[in-house]
């Protein structure tokens, strides 16, 4: 289309193919079937240029993404030891879990325990993003190296346990399982004949009740704490991955590692809050323990911190605590009054309009709810045409993402320790238990 208005049109389709490539020049840097469709509008685009003077600014800022994406490290520069990093969760160690968060891409290299029918276990240095088959080979070399009985490794298998004794065997082909797994699951290899036989860890399925650190530290401490970590984690979530994780499914795994992590940390402060509560065998405390986390919650609603605040209140609603009549009753009116409140803003009544006005009238920085900006970009793919009239529906498929970096202020390790790494039971047939012995002996 000649004149202004095919100009005018050039411009906007060149503007959004700038602010794509602005966006996500790093991740487009890892896939070179990217790099050759980017390189081939680039060449389309210049051809236009001699036709539209006004596109020549626009055209050199292309060029120089372009030159980015492009951009390969030679292989002579690259250092010679890759550096691997912590994993979430992995091995509850203090010196990993202060450590500041960064994201996770498919060729980072973690280290992973992969366990024995007997509980023994062996230590892999992997890429996040290796398959079952890449795994097993792993383990089948460390085993090896152990002059361990060579007959067993030819038929190895991987599964999932989780502390429920819930197993999952995964396929050869299956990759980026590090990120997929439960808040207390973890990776098996064994032979086939003894799949059966695999139980969760013992340290998965024994309690202990008794105080434990929530009962010692300050409800400011542990929502900064929380605040702060958060922020972290979500910070290393690309916009990509949230349309990955709905328009791709298990196939975009592999770009939707940071934001799987993400979700599996408000799962587990979702059961450290009742965790904590059942592990607390004396009804008064436990009364105390309740006052304490709805301080909590409304001190991260506070930090607009809302991820905590709804996995805080969602793990008080948990039945296997909400059933404890007698220790509610206990506490002060005001805190009742205070729950109720929170309860109504977690509401997913009217698709949960409380929770949108209240986060409309927050300016950034600000944790949303992520569970929820799924299920919206979930409802926009299934409710809207990728391609309208032969064309791609703009209106869909564009959105934008606004963060601002947030200043933590220095607190104790201990405390920073103990809010990143919790202890928590995920099995809720064992939180009921626990729920049933506190209500038996309260009586």
Not at 94 to 103: E, F, G, H, K, M
Not at 162 to 180: I, N, R, W
Not at 291 to 299: D, P, Q, V
């Amino acid at each position: 289309m000649e004149g202004p208005e095919g100009l005018g049109q050039k411009q906007a389709c060149l503007a959004m193919l700038l602010h794509f490539l602005d966006t996500y020049q790093g991740l487009l840097q890892e896939e070179e079937g990217a790099g050759h469709i980017i390189k081939d509008l680039y060449l389309l685009i210049m051809k236009d240029e001699s036709l539209y003077q006004g596109l020549r600014e626009d055209t050199l800022r292309l060029h120089q993404l372009v030159e980015m994406v492009e951009l390969k490290i030679p292989e002579e520069s690259q250092p010679p030891s890759k550096q691997v990093k912590p994993l979430f969760r992995h091995f509850r160690r203090i010196d990993s879990c202060l450590q500041t968060r960064v994201a996770f891409r498919g060729s980072d290299e973690i280290f992973c325990r992969v366990y024995m029918p007997d509980h023994s276990y062996v230590t892999i240095r992997s890429r996040l993003s290796a398959s079952v088959q890449d795994i097993l080979g792993s383990v089948t070399e460390k085993l090896q190296y152990s002059e361990e009985p060579a007959g067993r490794e030819d038929s190895l298998i991987l599964v999932a346990v989780a502390s429920s004794g819930e197993k999952v065997l995964l396929q050869p082909t299956e990759d980026c399982v590090f990120t997929t797994l439960g808040i207390n699951s973890h990776l098996f290899a064994c032979t086939r004949d003894s799949y059966e036989a695999l139980v969760p860890l013992p340290e998965e399925i024994q309690v202990s009740p008794g105080d434990t650190e929530i009962h010692r530290v300050e409800p400011e401490d542990v929502a900064n704490h929380l605040t702060a970590f958060h922020w972290e984690l979500f910070r290393c979530v690309h916009e990509l991955e949230f349309v990955d994780y709905v328009f791709h499914g298990e196939r975009g795994r592999r770009e939707t590692a940071n934001l799987e992590l993400l979700l599996q940390r408000c799962s587990e402060v979702t059961h450290w809050v009742a965790t904590e509560v059942l592990l607390c065998e004396a009804p008064g405390k436990r009364a105390q323990l309740l006052k304490k986390f709805i301080k909590i919650a409304a001190l991260c609603k506070q930090n607009q911190d809302l991820l905590s605040f709804y996995a805080v209140v969602m793990g008080l609603d948990n039945a296997a605590v909400s059933r404890l009549r007698l220790t509610w009753e206990k506490l002060p009116g005001k805190f009742k009054n205070l729950f109720r409140k929170f309860e109504n803003l977690t509401d997913p009544c009217r698709n949960h309009k409380s929770y949108r006005e209240v986060i409309s009238k927050m300016k950034p920085p600000v944790i949303p709810f992520v569970p929820l900006i799924l299920k919206d970009l979930t409802f926009l793919h299934e409710g809207s045409k990728t391609l309208v009239d032969g064309l791609v529906n703009i209106e869909k498929l564009v959105s934008e993402w606004h963060c601002l970096d947030m200043e933590a202020s220095p607190h104790h390790l201990q405390t920073k320790a103990y809010v990143r790494q919790f202890q928590v039971i995920d099995n809720q047939n064992l939180l009921f238990e626990l729920s049933y012995k506190l209500e038996a002996n309260s009586q």
